[in-house]
């Protein structure tokens, strides 16, 4: 096992190992811990967890498009809705420990930012236009898509987009459920 598959921290719940009761726990063992880490990796699955997460981000990207549509109105917070579905989809999807997944959401967080965005403008540009959805998305070039993303990215959307880069790498691991950090707990 590599020091790169080595987590930095032990995947538990914010605010500190609690047994079942919510009582705090005074200290695992070690050894307990290891193994349960040992069984996590071998059953953790990245390809199950970037098709998960990818699902997710289109998902989020057609939901975003789709009331930005209806209400006329761009809403970027909705980027970050997209960054913690896409870690939820990760996590119980891959069911990963190792920072692949994270980095793995905190990618396709971004990258379901962007092609919401895109399908925003999209839509808008159809409208405008009077061409059909498919017609200006198949009509998309580079030059066209860096066109757009340059005339129309704001402030707003770098701290939208880190939000939701943030959210996909925060809460895409796996974390240890409380009765099982009972388990870990020395006795």
């Given amino acids: 096992m590599s020091e790169e598959n080595e987590p930095r ?3 538990i719940p914010e605010g500190g190992p609690k047994g079942p009761d919510q ?3 005074k200290e695992l063992d070690p050894f307990k811990v290891q193994m349960y880490l040992s069984e996590i990796r071998d059953n953790q699955n990245l390809g199950l967890g970037i098709i998960g997460g990818l699902g997710a981000a289109l998902l989020g990207a057609i939901v975003w498009a789709a009331i930005s549509y209806l209400t006329d109105y761009r809403v970027g917070a909705l980027a970050i ?25 905190a990618v396709l967080a971004l990258a379901g930012c962007a092609f919401g965005n895109l399908l925003i403008y999209s839509y808008w540009i159809a409208e405008e236009t009077g061409l059909g959805i498919q017609e200006v998305l198949t009509g998309l070039d580079l030059e066209l898509v860096t066109d757009i993303f340059s005339s129309t990215f704001t402030g707003y959307d770098i701290i939208f987009y880190a939000l939701a880069v943030y959210a996909g790498y925060k809460y895409s691991a796996f974390q240890i459920p409380d009765n099982k950090l ?6």
């Fill in 9 to 11: 921290e032990l995947p």
């Fill in 81 to 105: 809705g997209i960054g913690f579905l896409v870690a939820l989809a990760v996590r119980f999807t891959g069911r990963g420990i190792d920072i692949s997944f994270r980095i793995t959401a």
């Fill in 182 to 187: 009972a388990e870990l707990a020395k006795k």
């Fill in 23 to 25: 009582k705090p726990l």
